[in-house]
């Protein structure tokens, strides 16, 4: 889980959900929430305003950090869920949209618990993850009370979640040897680094917190990197597999 900068809302927003609110209360009274939730989101704007949602969120589940739309829709989360009715106002609140896998999705339902005069569970748009919970390896730990319920409410050390973390964690693990014992393949495996830490990568806070115990000065830089691009990952790895494609060769 990391803090996501909220952009404004997309252009024609507020028009549009205004609309749609208004429709709400005067043609479609009978239907309740997810009911008219389900027939605004066949809407073109809306697939419009989803799609920017989604870029908002790099792609990925705001709770796991999944980037998962290549095996199936990622889904706008309310937040303020829209089943209450003391929340039922902020169904078309730009602010009020989170982007989830279905899973995490599915996993949070109606629940919503208050801690103090807060919700439990921590909103990526507003608060600080990092605060609430942290890393061991694949495993997420909880350093507060509301870091807690949200890795309980939304089950953030689920098993095959766990699963693609360490997988994930694995490949870093791999280019850190890589990276000691490979001169050549230094800069470019820095860079690749860089990127795994940043917003647009999977599991990032992950990865962030094993980079910070492992190579302190490439995880927090006195200067900090600057945004690294990855249109050819590992280019020269390929180069150096064939190199290497006589030892491969032999491998039974
Ligand atoms: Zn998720």
């Not at 969120?57 to 095996?71: D, I």
């Not at 939304?154 to 490949?171: F, G, P, Y």
């Not at 014992?181 to 990032?204: C, G, N, V």
Request: aromatic share 10%; with cysteine; hydrophobic share 40%.
């Amino acid at each position: 889980m990391i803090y996501i900068e909220r952009i404004a809302p997309p252009e024609r927003f507020e028009k549009e959900t205004e609309a749609w609110m208004q429709a709400w209360k005067t043609k479609h009274t009978q239907k309740s929430a997810s009911q008219f939730w389900r027939l605004i989101r066949q809407r073109k704007r809306m697939k419009l305003f989803a799609k920017q949602l989604i870029a908002m969120f790099h792609e990925k589940c705001a709770y796991c950090e999944s980037k998962s739309g290549h095996v199936a829709h990622l889904h706008i989360e309310h937040f303020y869920p829209k089943s209450y009715i003391e929340f039922q106002h902020l169904i078309f609140v730009w602010e009020n949209w989170l982007v989830a896998c279905q899973i995490c999705n599915q996993n949070k339902g109606t629940q919503f618990p208050m801690c103090d005069d807060v919700p439990c569970l921590v909103n990526p748009t507003e608060d600080s993850p990092h605060e609430h919970v942290d890393f061991i390896g694949a495993d997420i730990l909880a350093i507060t009370k509301r870091g807690k319920e949200t890795i309980n409410i939304i089950d953030l050390n689920r098993t095959m979640l766990k699963e693609e973390r360490s997988r994930w964690l694995m490949n870093i693990k791999s280019l850190l040897i890589l990276i000691c014992r490979e001169s050549e393949l230094k800069q470019e495996i820095r860079k690749y680094l860089i990127w795994a830490m940043q917003p647009d990568a999977p599991y990032s806070a992950m990865t962030k917190a094993y980079l910070l115990e492992k190579t302190p000065k490439l995880a927090k830089p006195t200067t900090p990197h600057s945004h690294a691009e990855l249109d050819k990952p590992l280019d020269k790895i390929d180069a150096l597999l064939e190199e290497m494609k006589v030892i491969l060769n032999t491998i039974a």
